[in-house]
């Protein structure tokens, strides 16, 4: 039986820049699927506190499929099934940004929603009384205290976001399980490249956590 300490862990020091693309493509997804996701969800949460029913029936749909339904079998069904329908494949990476941006949003609108719902009644029927209109209460009054309260479960969101990148792989978003993959199958160091590749999500997720945490206090303290 073979201790960690007889595998070849200098060895990886010749494959950082490739996984260093392969954290690059992790952090874009993530990011900027994420922005798509905090639009989408403010727009889906929003609506799923709308007195219009068809409104709130879209936004209810959206919601419950896709949390209904793997971040994996989305991916999948995007890259493989949609181009069957619409004659196009998209680039994997665009793909894996817009999977993330669509399953991070059906998620986000529900912390959007509970957020706004968390603040007292009391906070709209005071802007309304002062002569604001119910959408000028809402950006300017309402919206800014419930944003406070999203903030936490934001952060919580982004880090879960992060880790399903791994599940990109599978449509060939070069991201940083694909760039692990591809090393340990040519090289066959399976032990040190994955162990690498662990090493680097956690180091994302702790600090993540360190800076969510952070903010988290100074809330508190300017509450």
Same mark, same amino acid.
């Given at each position: *039986?073979?201790?960690?300490?007889?595998? +070849?862990?200098? !060895?990886?020091?010749? $494959?950082?820049?490739?996984?260093?693309?392969?954290?690059?493509?992790?952090?874009?997804?993530?990011?900027?699927?994420?922005?798509?996701?905090?639009?989408?969800?403010?727009?889906? !949460?929003?609506?799923?506190?709308?007195?219009?029913?068809?409104?709130?029936?879209?936004?209810? @749909?959206?919601?419950?499929?896709?949390?209904?339904?793997?971040?994996?079998? #989305?991916? /999948?069904?995007? $890259?493989?099934?949609?181009?069957? %329908? &619409?004659?196009?494949?998209?680039?994997?990476?665009?793909?894996? /940004?817009?999977?993330?941006? @669509?399953?991070?949003?059906?998620?986000?609108?529900?912390?959007?929603?509970?957020?706004? #719902?968390? @603040?007292?009644?009391? #906070?709209?029927?005071?802007?309304?009384?002062?002569?604001?209109?119910?959408?000028?209460?809402?950006?300017?009054? %309402?919206?800014?205290?419930?944003?406070?309260? *999203? %903030?936490?479960?934001? !952060? +919580? #969101?982004? /880090?879960?976001?992060?880790?399903?990148?791994?599940?990109?792989?599978? @449509?060939?978003?070069?991201?940083?399980?694909?760039?692990?993959?591809? &090393?340990?199958?040519?090289? $066959?160091?399976?032990?040190?490249?994955?162990? =690498?590749?662990?090493?680097?999500?956690?180091?994302?997720?702790?600090?993540?956590? $360190?800076?969510?945490?952070? =903010?988290?206090?100074?809330?508190?303290?300017?509450?």
């Amino acid at each position: *039986m073979r201790s960690l300490w007889d595998f +070849n862990w200098v !060895g990886v020091l010749e $494959f950082l820049p490739q996984l260093g693309v392969g954290l690059l493509y992790t952090l874009l997804v993530s990011v900027v699927g994420l922005v798509i996701g905090f639009v989408l969800g403010a727009i889906f !949460g929003l609506a799923r506190l709308s007195r219009f029913k068809i409104v709130y029936a879209i936004a209810s @749909i959206y919601i419950e499929v896709i949390r209904g339904t793997p971040l994996l079998v #989305q991916a /999948i069904w995007l $890259f493989f099934a949609l181009p069957l %329908i &619409i004659k196009y494949t998209l680039p994997s990476v665009l793909a894996g /940004i817009i999977v993330i941006g @669509i399953n991070s949003g059906a998620y986000i609108a529900e912390i959007v929603r509970g957020a706004v #719902q968390s @603040i007292d009644k009391g #906070q709209m029927e005071a802007g309304r009384s002062l002569g604001m209109s119910h959408h000028i209460t809402m950006l300017k009054v %309402i919206w800014p205290q419930a944003f406070k309260r *999203m %903030i936490p479960p934001l !952060g +919580n #969101q982004f /880090i879960i976001s992060i880790k399903d990148t791994s599940l990109l792989s599978v @449509i060939l978003v070069p991201e940083l399980l694909f760039q692990g993959r591809t &090393i340990a199958s040519n090289h $066959f160091n399976s032990v040190e490249i994955y162990t =690498t590749v662990a090493v680097f999500y956690l180091a994302i997720t702790l600090t993540l956590s $360190f800076v969510l945490r952070r =903010t988290e206090k100074r809330l508190e303290l300017r509450a």
